[in-house]
């Protein structure tokens, strides 16, 4: 079995949803595991949520390989939203 790997290091393995990782105390980031195997794109992804007052990114990774294939980007204080498929 080939474990898929994030840059950094992070093992995508032995997630589970609801982890919280890290919390920044300076800034108020949280970052935490909405899904595991989860289909995003037609591909099981592992999705990852960073989130302060001012904005929410949802990152997803293709579980098998550790590739970033979504990125939203939420803003509601500047009612903004991004929303980014990454394509291969």
């Known amino acids: 079995m080939r474990t898929a790997t ?19 105390r300076l800034t108020a980031i949280s970052t935490s595991v909405v899904a595991v195997g989860t289909p995003v794109d037609g591909q099981r992804a592992v999705v990852f949520q960073e989130k302060n007052q001012g904005f929410t990114a949802t990152l997803a990774y293709e579980q098998a390989t550790g590739r970033l294939i979504h990125y939203t980007l939420d ?3 500047v009612f903004a939203r991004s929303d980014i498929r990454l394509l291969r």
């Open 75 to 77: 803003t509601p204080l």
């Open 6 to 24: 994030v840059t950094g290091g992070m093992r995508l393995n032995g997630l589970r949803a609801g982890q919280l990782l890290d919390t920044d």
